[in-house]
């Protein structure tokens, strides 16, 4: 939409400048703006041409208007101008003045002018898009920035973290399996894309298979009763990324349940390099003739495979061992469809009277 601004004017209405604007934001980085401007001559007569200097963005352009005689308008030669639009909204300054150097009159000599502030809009941007595609890229799940209009943009270094997997690069596929960009890359096209990461296996956690813990004594002998715990478990390691790769140790650990900190680990015999049976017997405490495993109490008894990539993890439960009627030591507690494990008389089942509970 063209914009029409005035100078005052001079000598008592005799003439004045008359600046009309347009300004159109070309595809991409640059606004063109469009001037014209005009002697507007009220009742004068001179025979001198007026010099006209357009000023845009700090760029002149000066012409000479004449004849300028008479009333009327008379107008001057159209001028284009291209400015940067930057990477956010901003103003020029748009002006023009007028003088008349061959006038009698001091107050044609002495001129007129006009200005206005024109409103630029950023340069065209869209947004890249990197998705971690199950791993995480700068901490997050996605990471985005913005590519300006015909700019030079290269693919950015980001912290790609994925357990078990090497990062390739990127692609614009969620299923890609190699990589089209990485970073350092140049890309050039002004429009929005979303990257994907393009991972590879790197690493394959060790398996556990079937898993068995058992209340026990000393030996490993099965034990309603026992306060030891006989373990046993059938684990693996990957080979198939390493060919190298064997077992460094198996391991069990165990914390009375409703408790947040697990014990030491403890080694358990392996019973191969790549695969096997681990078995041991945990629950040893020292100078004690008996084992950790109280019997009115539940456990969890975690066991673990590691590598030289990792380890992997799982738990069981030991549960208490049941009682119709248990004595505590020392003749000062009494329990009742539990172990004894306090003072006084503990009921561990329901209580009825007459067929009510």
């Known amino acids: ?213 058992t209340r026990s004594n000393a030996a490993g002998t099965a034990n309603d009763e026992g306060m030891y715990v006989s373990v046993s478990c059938q684990w693996s390691v990957d080979t198939t990324i390493n060919s190298d790769n064997v077992v460094s140790k198996v391991t069990a650990a165990w914390r009375k349940r409703g408790e947040s900190t697990w014990g030491s680990e403890v080694a358990l015999t392996a019973g191969g390099t790549t695969s096997g049976t681990a078995t041991g017997v945990i629950g040893t405490v020292t100078d004690s003739d008996t084992g950790a495993f109280q019997t009115g109490y539940a456990y969890d008894v975690r066991v673990t495979v590691s590598d030289s990539g990792g380890s992997t993890t799982q738990t069981t439960i030991i549960t208490p061992t049941f009682y119709l009627l248990d004595f505590l030591k020392g003749g000062k507690g009494l329990a009742i469809g539990k172990a004894a494990t306090s003072e006084g008389l503990d009921v561990g089942m329901a209580m009825s009277y007459e067929g009510v509970a």
């Open 1 to 213: 939409m063209m914009v029409t601004v005035y100078s005052g004017w001079v000598a008592g209405d005799d003439w004045r400048i008359k600046l009309d604007y347009i300004v159109a934001n070309l595809s991409g980085n640059v606004a063109r703006i469009t001037t014209c401007a005009s002697i507007q001559n009220q009742y004068a007569s001179v025979s001198s041409g007026a010099t006209v200097t357009t000023t845009v963005n700090g760029q002149t352009y000066t012409q000479t208007i004449s004849p300028v005689s008479g009333a009327g308008i008379k107008g001057g030669a159209t001028r284009t101008w291209d400015v940067p639009r930057g990477t956010s909204n901003h103003n020029v300054s748009v002006s023009a003045r007028a003088t008349m150097p061959g006038s009698s009159l001091g107050s044609y000599r002495s001129g007129a002018s006009v200005s206005a502030s024109v409103g630029i809009t950023a340069t065209d941007h869209h947004t890249f898009t990197y998705n971690g595609n199950g791993g995480t890229v700068n901490g997050g799940s996605t990471w985005s920035n913005t590519k300006w209009y015909g700019s030079h943009y290269y693919i950015p270094t980001l912290t790609m973290v994925r357990s078990g997997y090497e990062f390739l690069g990127w692609a614009e596929s969620a299923t890609a399996t190699s990589a089209t960009k990485h970073a350092g890359d140049e890309e050039t096209r002004d429009q929005a894309i979303t990257w994907y990461a393009v991972w590879k296996r790197s690493y394959i956690p060790p398996t556990i298979g079937t898993y068995a813990a």
